[in-house]
C-alpha cells in the first residue's frame, strides 16, 4: 500500500509563507493527478489545490486562489504547495492525495497560522 507522507508544515505569523511537500513510499505520483486537502477539527476535509499528471494543468479553491502554488516534480515523485500571503483561515492539517482521492491518507502535516 502506498504511504503518503507530508512536510512543511510549522507555525508561521499571518501574512508570512511556508512550501509544503508530498512524497509516497512508492513511486505513484507520476501516473496520477495529484491534489492537497486540508481539515479542521470538527469540519470535513476539503480541497484546496489540484495538478495534473504532467503539471500544465492547475485548479485551486476560490479562498486561496492568488496565494497558493500547487507544483509537482514527477523525476522526485514529489508534489508542493507554496503558500503565500498565509491567513488565520488557513490554519488546518494539510493532506495530499491522489485527485480524485484514491490513496490511504497520511498523517498530514500541521499549519498553524498565528497573529
Known amino acids: 500500500q502506498v504511504q503518503l507522507v507530508e512536510s512543511g508544515g510549522g507555525l508561521v505569523q499571518a501574512g508570512g509563507s511556508l512550501t509544503l511537500s508530498c512524497t509516497a513510499s512508492e513511486r505513484a505520483f507520476v501516473r496520477r493527478p495529484m491534489a492537497w486537502f486540508r481539515q479542521t477539527p470538527g469540519k470535513e476535509r476539503e480541497f484546496v489545490a489540484g495538478?495534473?499528471?504532467?503539471?500544465?494543468?492547475?485548479r485551486y479553491t476560490e479562498s486561496v486562489k492568488g496565494r497558493f502554488t500547487i507544483s509537482r516534480d514527477n523525476a522526485k515523485d514529489t508534489v508542493y504547495l507554496r503558500m503565500d500571503s498565509l491567513k488565520r483561515e488557513d490554519t488546518a492539517v494539510y493532506y495530499c492525495?491522489?485527485?480524485?482521492?484514491?490513496?490511504?491518507w497520511g498523517q498530514g502535516t500541521q499549519v498553524i497560522v498565528s497573529l
Open positions: 495538478i495534473s499528471r504532467g503539471g500544465g494543468t492547475r
Open positions: 492525495n491522489a485527485d480524485p482521492a484514491s490513496l490511504a
